[in-house]
Protein backbone atom coordinates (compact mmCIF):
# COMPACT_ATOMS: atom_id res chain seq x y z
CA UNK A 1 0.00 0.00 0.00
CA UNK A 2 2.80 2.66 0.71
CA UNK A 3 4.65 1.34 -2.23
CA UNK A 4 1.92 1.84 -4.30
CA UNK A 5 1.17 5.55 -2.78
CA UNK A 6 4.61 6.33 -3.43
CA UNK A 7 4.45 5.10 -6.99
CA UNK A 8 1.07 7.59 -7.29
CA UNK A 9 3.39 10.50 -5.96
CA UNK A 10 6.03 10.13 -8.08
CA UNK A 11 3.50 10.03 -10.96
CA UNK A 12 1.32 13.14 -9.54
CA UNK A 13 4.92 15.35 -8.97
CA UNK A 14 6.18 14.90 -12.67
CA UNK A 15 2.42 15.65 -14.38
CA UNK A 16 4.01 18.76 -13.66
CA UNK A 17 6.31 18.74 -16.68
CA UNK A 18 4.03 16.72 -18.98
CA UNK A 19 3.87 18.75 -21.84
CA UNK A 20 7.58 20.34 -21.97
CA UNK A 21 9.15 20.12 -25.18
CA UNK A 22 11.45 17.14 -24.59
CA UNK A 23 13.10 17.88 -28.10
CA UNK A 24 14.06 21.48 -26.95
CA UNK A 25 15.35 20.37 -23.62
CA UNK A 26 17.74 17.47 -25.16
CA UNK A 27 18.98 20.18 -27.72
CA UNK A 28 19.91 22.60 -25.00
CA UNK A 29 21.48 19.93 -23.13
CA UNK A 30 23.55 18.22 -25.77
CA UNK A 31 24.82 22.07 -27.22
CA UNK A 32 25.65 22.46 -23.13
CA UNK A 33 27.77 19.27 -23.53
CA UNK A 34 29.40 19.70 -26.75
CA UNK A 35 30.39 22.77 -26.00
CA UNK A 36 31.95 21.96 -22.72
CA UNK A 37 34.16 19.10 -24.75
CA UNK A 38 35.38 22.20 -27.52
CA UNK A 39 36.20 24.36 -24.13
CA UNK A 40 38.36 22.10 -23.16
CA UNK A 41 39.59 21.11 -26.59
CA UNK A 42 40.54 25.24 -26.38
CA UNK A 43 42.42 24.36 -22.80
CA UNK A 44 44.38 21.46 -23.26
CA UNK A 45 47.54 22.53 -23.02
CA UNK A 46 46.82 25.47 -20.67
CA UNK A 47 45.59 23.83 -17.11
CA UNK A 48 42.19 25.70 -17.31
CA UNK A 49 39.12 24.14 -16.18
CA UNK A 50 36.71 26.67 -17.84
CA UNK A 51 35.48 23.33 -19.54
CA UNK A 52 34.00 22.06 -16.25
CA UNK A 53 32.55 25.46 -14.82
CA UNK A 54 30.77 25.17 -18.04
CA UNK A 55 28.58 22.33 -17.41
CA UNK A 56 28.24 22.82 -13.68
CA UNK A 57 26.82 26.15 -14.85
CA UNK A 58 24.57 24.65 -17.54
CA UNK A 59 23.80 21.65 -14.37
CA UNK A 60 22.50 24.81 -12.70
CA UNK A 61 20.82 26.54 -15.61
CA UNK A 62 19.22 23.14 -16.35
CA UNK A 63 17.62 22.52 -13.03
CA UNK A 64 16.44 26.43 -13.15
CA UNK A 65 14.74 25.76 -16.82
CA UNK A 66 13.00 22.94 -15.14
CA UNK A 67 11.44 24.58 -12.58
CA UNK A 68 10.35 27.84 -14.31
CA UNK A 69 8.44 25.16 -16.39
CA UNK A 70 6.33 24.26 -13.68
CA UNK A 71 5.58 27.71 -12.98
CA UNK A 72 2.72 29.12 -14.62
CA UNK A 73 4.60 32.22 -17.35
CA UNK A 74 1.32 34.39 -17.44
CA UNK A 75 2.54 36.03 -14.05
CA UNK A 76 5.27 37.80 -15.56
CA UNK A 77 2.40 40.16 -17.32
CA UNK A 78 1.41 41.83 -13.49
CA UNK A 79 5.51 42.46 -12.93
CA UNK A 80 6.76 42.91 -16.75
CA UNK A 81 7.14 46.61 -14.95
CA UNK A 82 8.91 45.49 -11.75
CA UNK A 83 11.67 43.11 -14.36
CA UNK A 84 11.92 46.15 -16.91
CA UNK A 85 12.55 48.62 -13.09
CA UNK A 86 14.99 46.04 -12.56
CA UNK A 87 16.67 45.57 -15.71
CA UNK A 88 17.51 49.63 -16.36
CA UNK A 89 18.39 49.91 -12.41
CA UNK A 90 20.54 46.91 -13.14
CA UNK A 91 22.44 48.27 -16.19
CA UNK A 92 22.73 51.90 -14.44
CA UNK A 93 24.61 50.23 -11.33
CA UNK A 94 27.08 48.66 -13.55
CA UNK A 95 28.23 52.55 -15.16
CA UNK A 96 28.70 53.08 -11.62
CA UNK A 97 30.28 50.54 -9.73
CA UNK A 98 31.04 48.10 -12.30
CA UNK A 99 34.46 46.85 -13.49
CA UNK A 100 35.86 47.23 -16.81
CA UNK A 101 37.74 45.29 -19.72
CA UNK A 102 39.11 45.87 -22.87
CA UNK A 103 37.71 49.51 -22.71
CA UNK A 104 34.18 48.37 -21.54
CA UNK A 105 32.21 48.20 -18.01
CA UNK A 106 30.19 45.24 -17.85
CA UNK A 107 30.62 43.38 -14.89
CA UNK A 108 29.62 43.51 -11.42
CA UNK A 109 31.44 41.20 -9.10
CA UNK A 110 28.88 39.95 -6.62
CA UNK A 111 30.69 37.08 -4.35
CA UNK A 112 33.65 36.05 -6.56
CA UNK A 113 31.05 35.59 -9.38
CA UNK A 114 31.32 38.18 -11.82
CA UNK A 115 27.64 39.34 -12.72
CA UNK A 116 27.18 40.53 -16.69
CA UNK A 117 23.83 42.49 -15.97
CA UNK A 118 23.21 43.18 -20.37
CA UNK A 119 22.94 39.42 -20.56
CA UNK A 120 19.79 39.65 -18.37
CA UNK A 121 18.62 42.82 -19.68
CA UNK A 122 17.98 40.45 -22.53
CA UNK A 123 15.16 38.78 -20.76
CA UNK A 124 13.77 41.76 -18.91
CA UNK A 125 13.38 43.46 -22.64
CA UNK A 126 11.59 40.58 -23.65
CA UNK A 127 9.19 40.26 -20.80
CA UNK A 128 8.21 43.85 -21.17
CA UNK A 129 7.85 44.16 -24.45
CA UNK A 130 5.77 40.31 -24.92
CA UNK A 131 3.76 41.99 -22.07
CA UNK A 132 3.14 45.25 -24.36
CA UNK A 133 2.64 44.06 -27.56
CA UNK A 134 0.29 41.41 -25.64
CA UNK A 135 -1.82 43.82 -24.34
CA UNK A 136 -1.58 46.56 -28.04
CA UNK A 137 -0.62 44.74 -30.93
CA UNK A 138 1.50 46.96 -33.03
CA UNK A 139 -0.85 47.17 -35.50
CA UNK A 140 -1.07 51.10 -35.49
CA UNK A 141 1.78 53.47 -35.43
CA UNK A 142 1.82 54.63 -31.88
CA UNK A 143 1.57 50.99 -30.93
CA UNK A 144 5.03 50.75 -32.34
CA UNK A 145 6.71 53.94 -31.03
CA UNK A 146 5.56 52.81 -27.49
CA UNK A 147 7.38 49.85 -27.98
CA UNK A 148 10.45 50.99 -29.84
CA UNK A 149 10.50 53.77 -26.42
CA UNK A 150 10.69 50.91 -23.63
CA UNK A 151 13.57 49.27 -26.25
CA UNK A 152 15.28 52.64 -26.16
CA UNK A 153 16.42 53.27 -22.59
CA UNK A 154 18.12 49.53 -21.78
CA UNK A 155 19.64 50.04 -25.43
CA UNK A 156 21.12 53.21 -24.91
CA UNK A 157 22.62 51.61 -21.12
CA UNK A 158 24.27 48.94 -23.05
CA UNK A 159 25.43 51.01 -26.17
CA UNK A 160 26.85 53.55 -23.35
CA UNK A 161 29.07 50.69 -21.65
CA UNK A 162 30.48 50.28 -24.26
CA UNK A 163 28.24 46.79 -25.43
CA UNK A 164 28.24 46.86 -29.04
CA UNK A 165 27.26 42.93 -29.26
CA UNK A 166 24.98 43.32 -26.78
CA UNK A 167 23.20 46.42 -28.25
CA UNK A 168 22.49 44.78 -31.64
CA UNK A 169 21.03 41.82 -29.77
CA UNK A 170 18.49 44.38 -28.01
CA UNK A 171 17.71 45.80 -31.62
CA UNK A 172 16.80 41.82 -32.90
CA UNK A 173 14.32 41.01 -30.43
CA UNK A 174 12.53 44.50 -30.76
CA UNK A 175 11.88 43.86 -34.35
CA UNK A 176 11.39 39.78 -34.42
CA UNK A 177 8.96 40.96 -31.61
CA UNK A 178 7.46 43.50 -33.32
CA UNK A 179 7.17 41.63 -36.42
CA UNK A 180 4.83 38.68 -34.58
CA UNK A 181 2.96 41.77 -33.01
CA UNK A 182 1.49 42.52 -36.29
CA UNK A 183 3.65 45.25 -37.32
CA UNK A 184 3.42 46.30 -40.83
CA UNK A 185 6.99 44.42 -42.44
CA UNK A 186 7.03 47.84 -44.55
CA UNK A 187 7.53 49.80 -41.07
CA UNK A 188 10.48 47.56 -39.67
CA UNK A 189 12.27 48.34 -43.06
CA UNK A 190 11.58 52.01 -42.32
CA UNK A 191 12.96 51.42 -38.84
CA UNK A 192 16.06 50.04 -39.62
CA UNK A 193 16.53 52.46 -42.86
CA UNK A 194 18.38 55.25 -40.69
CA UNK A 195 21.38 52.82 -39.80
CA UNK A 196 22.14 51.78 -43.38
CA UNK A 197 21.63 55.56 -44.78
CA UNK A 198 24.62 56.64 -41.72
CA UNK A 199 26.67 53.67 -43.72
CA UNK A 200 25.72 54.09 -47.06
CA UNK A 201 25.57 57.70 -47.22
CA UNK A 202 29.67 57.59 -46.14
CA UNK A 203 30.92 54.75 -47.69
CA UNK A 204 28.93 54.90 -50.78
CA UNK A 205 26.83 57.49 -52.03
CA UNK A 206 25.37 56.08 -55.39
CA UNK A 207 24.24 53.81 -53.28
CA UNK A 208 22.61 55.80 -50.63
CA UNK A 209 21.08 57.48 -53.03
CA UNK A 210 19.13 54.04 -54.76
CA UNK A 211 18.66 53.12 -50.99
CA UNK A 212 16.52 55.99 -50.60
CA UNK A 213 14.44 55.55 -53.83
CA UNK A 214 13.32 52.49 -52.25
CA UNK A 215 13.13 53.66 -48.43
CA UNK A 216 10.88 56.28 -50.16
CA UNK A 217 8.62 53.84 -51.96
CA UNK A 218 7.98 51.77 -48.80
CA UNK A 219 7.10 54.77 -47.14
CA UNK A 220 4.71 55.93 -49.63
CA UNK A 221 2.81 52.60 -49.59
CA UNK A 222 2.49 51.99 -46.08
CA UNK A 223 2.47 55.13 -43.84
CA UNK A 224 -0.41 57.13 -43.59
CA UNK A 225 -0.16 60.65 -44.93
CA UNK A 226 1.80 59.62 -47.92
CA UNK A 227 2.85 62.66 -48.71
CA UNK A 228 4.10 63.87 -44.92
CA UNK A 229 5.28 60.36 -44.40
CA UNK A 230 7.30 60.07 -47.26
CA UNK A 231 8.85 63.68 -46.55
CA UNK A 232 9.31 62.66 -42.86
CA UNK A 233 10.96 59.29 -43.60
CA UNK A 234 13.19 61.38 -46.14
CA UNK A 235 14.52 63.64 -43.71
CA UNK A 236 15.43 60.93 -41.47
CA UNK A 237 17.45 59.31 -43.40
CA UNK A 238 19.53 62.30 -44.72
CA UNK A 239 20.34 63.39 -41.33
CA UNK A 240 21.32 59.84 -39.97
CA UNK A 241 23.72 60.00 -43.42
CA UNK A 242 24.98 63.12 -42.34
CA UNK A 243 25.70 62.10 -38.78
CA UNK A 244 27.09 58.81 -38.83
CA UNK A 245 30.61 60.56 -39.00
CA UNK A 246 29.85 62.02 -35.50
CA UNK A 247 28.03 58.66 -34.00
CA UNK A 248 31.52 56.81 -35.61
CA UNK A 249 33.48 58.85 -33.00
CA UNK A 250 31.59 57.54 -30.37
CA UNK A 251 32.77 54.53 -30.49
CA UNK A 252 36.03 53.07 -28.61
CA UNK A 253 39.43 52.55 -31.23
CA UNK A 254 38.74 48.55 -30.90
CA UNK A 255 34.58 48.63 -31.74
CA UNK A 256 35.48 50.37 -35.37
CA UNK A 257 38.51 47.78 -35.98
CA UNK A 258 36.26 45.37 -35.40
CA UNK A 259 33.47 46.85 -37.68
CA UNK A 260 36.29 47.35 -40.56
CA UNK A 261 38.69 44.86 -40.08
CA UNK A 262 36.48 42.16 -41.05
CA UNK A 263 36.59 43.47 -44.74
CA UNK A 264 40.42 43.42 -44.94
CA UNK A 265 42.14 42.28 -41.53
CA UNK A 266 45.39 41.71 -43.66
CA UNK A 267 45.69 45.46 -43.08
CA UNK A 268 46.57 44.56 -39.61
CA UNK A 269 47.33 41.37 -39.28
CA UNK A 270 49.21 41.31 -35.28
CA UNK A 271 46.59 43.68 -34.31
CA UNK A 272 42.88 44.14 -35.01
CA UNK A 273 42.80 41.45 -37.89
CA UNK A 274 44.14 38.79 -36.08
CA UNK A 275 41.82 37.25 -34.07
CA UNK A 276 40.01 36.85 -37.29
CA UNK A 277 42.99 35.52 -39.85
CA UNK A 278 43.80 32.90 -37.34
CA UNK A 279 40.18 31.93 -37.33
CA UNK A 280 39.95 31.46 -40.74
CA UNK A 281 43.11 29.64 -41.29
CA UNK A 282 41.25 27.16 -38.51
CA UNK A 283 38.24 26.36 -40.24
CA UNK A 284 39.84 26.42 -43.75
CA UNK A 285 42.47 23.68 -41.96
CA UNK A 286 39.74 21.77 -40.79
CA UNK A 287 38.87 20.51 -44.51
CA UNK A 288 35.96 18.26 -45.19
CA UNK A 289 36.17 15.75 -41.44
CA UNK A 290 38.02 18.21 -39.42
CA UNK A 291 41.64 17.09 -38.03
CA UNK A 292 40.34 15.13 -35.04
CA UNK A 293 38.96 16.05 -31.59
CA UNK A 294 42.09 17.48 -29.55
CA UNK A 295 44.47 17.55 -32.98
CA UNK A 296 43.73 20.85 -34.08
CA UNK A 297 47.04 22.99 -34.15
CA UNK A 298 45.64 26.30 -34.50
CA UNK A 299 43.42 25.55 -31.26
CA UNK A 300 46.03 23.25 -29.51
CA UNK A 301 48.62 25.95 -29.72
CA UNK A 302 46.15 28.68 -28.90
CA UNK A 303 46.90 30.72 -32.04
CA UNK A 304 43.73 32.32 -31.22
CA UNK A 305 43.40 34.42 -28.43
CA UNK A 306 40.36 33.57 -25.99
CA UNK A 307 39.08 30.98 -28.63
CA UNK A 308 36.80 29.44 -25.92
CA UNK A 309 34.32 32.20 -25.21
CA UNK A 310 33.55 34.33 -29.06
CA UNK A 311 35.74 31.97 -31.59
CA UNK A 312 34.47 28.54 -30.35
CA UNK A 313 33.21 27.78 -33.48
CA UNK A 314 36.19 27.91 -34.85
CA UNK A 315 37.76 24.70 -32.76
CA UNK A 316 34.50 23.30 -33.36
CA UNK A 317 35.62 23.89 -37.96
CA UNK A 318 39.34 22.32 -37.13
CA UNK A 319 38.47 19.80 -35.25
CA UNK A 320 35.68 18.25 -36.74
CA UNK A 321 35.59 19.94 -40.16
CA UNK A 322 32.91 20.87 -42.54
CA UNK A 323 30.55 18.01 -41.22
CA UNK A 324 31.05 18.78 -37.81
CA UNK A 325 30.14 22.41 -38.54
CA UNK A 326 26.70 21.79 -40.72
CA UNK A 327 25.54 19.48 -37.89
CA UNK A 328 25.74 22.06 -34.99
CA UNK A 329 24.12 24.46 -37.60
CA UNK A 330 21.50 22.15 -38.00
CA UNK A 331 21.16 21.33 -34.12
CA UNK A 332 20.55 24.96 -34.01
CA UNK A 333 18.01 25.20 -36.44
CA UNK A 334 16.09 22.29 -35.11
CA UNK A 335 16.36 24.39 -32.07
CA UNK A 336 14.72 27.17 -33.74
CA UNK A 337 12.21 25.02 -35.28
CA UNK A 338 10.75 23.80 -32.10
CA UNK A 339 10.70 27.59 -30.47
CA UNK A 340 8.63 28.37 -33.65
CA UNK A 341 6.02 25.16 -33.37
CA UNK A 342 5.80 26.25 -29.41
CA UNK A 343 5.29 30.09 -30.25
CA UNK A 344 2.40 29.06 -32.56
CA UNK A 345 0.43 26.52 -30.58
CA UNK A 346 1.27 28.99 -26.99
CA UNK A 347 -2.62 29.58 -25.44
CA UNK A 348 -2.05 33.30 -25.64
CA UNK A 349 -0.63 36.15 -27.46
CA UNK A 350 1.99 36.49 -24.08
CA UNK A 351 3.42 33.23 -24.11
CA UNK A 352 3.59 33.30 -28.34
CA UNK A 353 5.88 36.75 -28.17
CA UNK A 354 7.84 35.43 -25.48
CA UNK A 355 8.52 32.30 -27.26
CA UNK A 356 9.18 34.84 -30.23
CA UNK A 357 11.24 36.99 -28.39
CA UNK A 358 13.52 34.12 -27.19
CA UNK A 359 13.65 32.72 -31.04
CA UNK A 360 14.68 36.21 -32.22
CA UNK A 361 17.46 36.28 -29.28
CA UNK A 362 19.10 32.92 -30.21
CA UNK A 363 18.79 32.97 -33.72
CA UNK A 364 20.65 36.43 -34.34
CA UNK A 365 23.69 35.51 -32.20
CA UNK A 366 23.86 32.33 -33.73
CA UNK A 367 24.07 34.17 -37.33
CA UNK A 368 26.44 36.73 -36.05
CA UNK A 369 29.06 34.77 -34.11
CA UNK A 370 29.03 31.74 -36.58
CA UNK A 371 29.61 34.83 -39.62
CA UNK A 372 32.06 36.59 -37.91
CA UNK A 373 34.29 33.75 -36.97
CA UNK A 374 34.15 33.26 -40.80
CA UNK A 375 34.52 36.82 -41.99
CA UNK A 376 31.09 37.32 -43.11
CA UNK A 377 29.99 40.23 -40.50
CA UNK A 378 32.09 42.17 -37.90
CA UNK A 379 33.71 40.87 -34.83
CA UNK A 380 31.02 42.46 -32.26
CA UNK A 381 31.51 40.07 -29.24
CA UNK A 382 27.96 38.22 -29.63
CA UNK A 383 28.69 34.85 -27.73
CA UNK A 384 27.39 31.31 -29.33
CA UNK A 385 24.65 30.10 -27.44
CA UNK A 386 25.30 27.26 -24.71
CA UNK A 387 29.06 26.56 -26.64
CA UNK A 388 30.96 29.89 -25.83
CA UNK A 389 31.81 30.39 -22.40
CA UNK A 390 30.68 32.57 -20.38
CA UNK A 391 28.53 32.30 -17.28
CA UNK A 392 25.71 35.14 -17.06
CA UNK A 393 25.47 34.14 -21.15
CA UNK A 394 24.67 30.50 -20.12
CA UNK A 395 22.19 31.13 -17.15
CA UNK A 396 20.15 33.05 -19.71
CA UNK A 397 19.89 31.17 -22.29
CA UNK A 398 18.94 28.53 -20.16
CA UNK A 399 16.13 30.79 -17.97
CA UNK A 400 15.29 31.83 -21.09
CA UNK A 401 14.53 28.02 -21.70
CA UNK A 402 12.88 27.95 -18.97
CA UNK A 403 10.13 30.62 -20.28
CA UNK A 404 9.84 28.43 -23.22
CA UNK A 405 8.97 25.42 -21.60
CA UNK A 406 6.50 26.76 -19.35
CA UNK A 407 4.60 28.45 -22.10
CA UNK A 408 4.90 25.03 -23.84
CA UNK A 409 3.88 22.74 -20.58
CA UNK A 410 0.28 24.95 -20.52
CA UNK A 411 -0.29 24.56 -23.84
CA UNK A 412 -3.81 23.25 -24.56
CA UNK A 413 -3.79 19.59 -24.52
CA UNK A 414 -5.26 20.03 -28.08
CA UNK A 415 -2.05 21.60 -29.22
CA UNK A 416 0.01 18.58 -27.15
CA UNK A 417 2.72 16.91 -29.95
Not at 56 to 61: D, K, P, T, V
Not at 118 to 137: C, D, N, Q, Y
Not at 152 to 178: E, H, K, N, R, Y
Request: contains cysteine; proline residues 4%.
Amino acid sequence: MQRSFGRLHWKSWLLGWQQIDLILLFLVIALTSFGGIMIRSTELNQGLTDWWQHWLMGGIGLVIALLLARVRYEFLVQWHWVFYGLTNLSLTAVMIIGSSAKGAQRWIGIGGFNFQPSEFAKLGLIVTMAALLHSRPAATLPAVFRALAITAVPWALVFLQPDLGTSLVFGAIALGMLYWGNANPGWLLLMVSPLASALLFNLYFPGWLSWLSIVGLVAWLTLPWRAVGTGVVALINLASGTLGGFFWDLLKDYQKDRLLLFLSPERDPLGGGYHLIQSRIAIGAGELTGKGLYQGTQTQLNFIPEQHTDFIFSAVGEELGFIGGMCLLVVFWLLCWRLIAIAQSASDNFGSLLTVGVLSMIAFQVFVNISMTVGLAPITGIPLPWMSYGRSALLTNFIAIGLVQSVANNRPRLHFR
